[in-house]
């Protein structure tokens, strides 16, 4: 779960959801069937884009699509859970 104020939003790096339990016993790289991102507020304050990649942790070639997805209040976003995504920075308030 991340959560961020809208105006300070310096974006989240790309990243796999991934069991990181998983990981650290040694079991493999377990991700969700799907992940989603929950949009409560902050569309009108500037937040920062979801984007989500057509690359998934096993690849063998670099990702061909991109999905950028602008928040909408009161909104859920649902994608395939093994791609690689990320929030690109919002509008700055500071």
């Given amino acids: 779960l991340h959560s961020r104020p809208c105006g300070r939003n310096l974006g ?6 991934t069991d990181e339990n998983s990981i650290q ?3 493999g790289i377990f991700h ?5 991102v929950c949009y409560l507020d902050g569309a ?7 984007v989500i990649f057509d690359q998934e942790v096993d ?3 670099l990702a061909s699509k991109c ?3 602008h928040p909408e209040n009161r909104a ?3 994608f ?3 791609l690689l995504h990320g929030v690109l920075p919002g509008v700055s308030k500071w």
């Fill in 25 to 27: 016993d040694d079991m």
């Fill in 44 to 50: 009108k304050e500037g937040a920062g884009a979801t």
């Fill in 80 to 82: 395939k859970g093994s």
């Fill in 32 to 36: 969700p069937s799907i992940s989603s």
């Fill in 67 to 69: 999905y950028v997805i």
């Fill in 76 to 78: 859920v976003l649902f």
């Fill in 12 to 17: 989240h790096q790309l990243h796999f959801d």
């Fill in 59 to 61: 690849a063998t070639s």
